[in-house]
Nanobody
Framework: QVQLVESGGGLVQAGGSLRLSCAAS????????MAWFRQAPGKEREFVAA????????FVADSVRGRFTISRDNAKNTVLLQMNTLKPEDTAVYYC????????????????????WGQGTQVTVPS
């Protein structure tokens, strides 16, 4: 099993930056594809970014491409989401997720394909 705990959320002005961290437990952390999803009030959970278990491939949603960067440090069991040039539209609860896939280069933008979730951290970007 993998337990995930997000941190780093908060309030930041538009145009600012914020770094989210996801601390994971479990010796098999390196075998999981890690991803970030977000959910705004009244909206469904949406894919933000993912990094494959191998770390060799990264994927980001069109809405954050060029602004957000996902990375992982398997030695520290940590996944980061660096968020730059934040916009009010980025306001949401951000969730870290872990997914077990058959290939180290696999990922999914669908939340239902992930097995473990953190409790979320709030990111607020006022207008």
């Amino acid at each position: 099993q993998v337990q995930l705990v997000e941190s780093g959320g908060g309030l930041v002005q538009a145009g600012g930056s914020l770094r989210l961290s996801c601390a994971a437990s479990g010796r098999t952390f390196s075998r999981y594809c890690m991803a970030w999803f977000r959910q705004a009030p009244g909206k469904e959970r949406e894919f933000v970014a993912a990094i494959t278990a191998s770390g060799g491939m990264r994927f980001v949603a069109d809405s954050v491409r060029g602004r957000f960067t996902i990375s992982r440090d398997n030695a520290k069991n940590t996944v980061l989401l660096q968020m730059n040039t934040l916009k009010p539209e980025d306001t949401a609860v951000y969730y870290c997720a872990a997914g077990a896939f058959n290939s180290g280069n696999s990922y999914s933008p669908r939340s239902e394909n992930y097995d473990y979730w953190g409790q979320g951290t709030q990111v607020t970007v006022p207008s």
